[in-house]
C-alpha cells in the first residue's frame, strides 16, 4: 500500500492511478521471485485490475453498460471471464 500511495500522491489523476495499479502489481510479482515469468504475472493482473476499473467508471457514465450490468446473469458471466483472465496468466 505505502508503495502505490508513494506512486500516486494524494490527489491522482485516472491515469496516474491506473499507472500505480499496474506498476505495484508488477512490484507484487517480483517480490515473489525476481524472473520474467514473475513479472509478466504481475503486469497482467495490473492490467487485469485496470481494465475493472475502466469498466466501473464507464457503467457510472453510460446507461446502456448499466442496462447489461443489471441483465440477468451477468454476474455469472463476469466470473467466468474473470476465471478466464486469471487462468491464462497461469
Known sequence: M???MKITGR????RRLLTATVIS??????????????????????????VVHLFRDAKKRYRGLRRVDAFP???????????LYVNLAG
Do not use: D, P
Open 2 to 4: 505505502r508503495v502505490f
Open 73 to 83: 446473469g451477468s454476474g455469472l458471466a463476469s466470473m467466468g471471464l474473470t476465471f
Open 25 to 50: 502489481m508488477a512490484l507484487c510479482g517480483l517480490w515473489h521471485g525476481a524472473g520474467l515469468n514473475f513479472l509478466l504475472w504481475g503486469l497482467w493482473h495490473g492490467v487485469g485490475l485496470s
Open 11 to 14: 490527489r491522482a489523476s485516472r
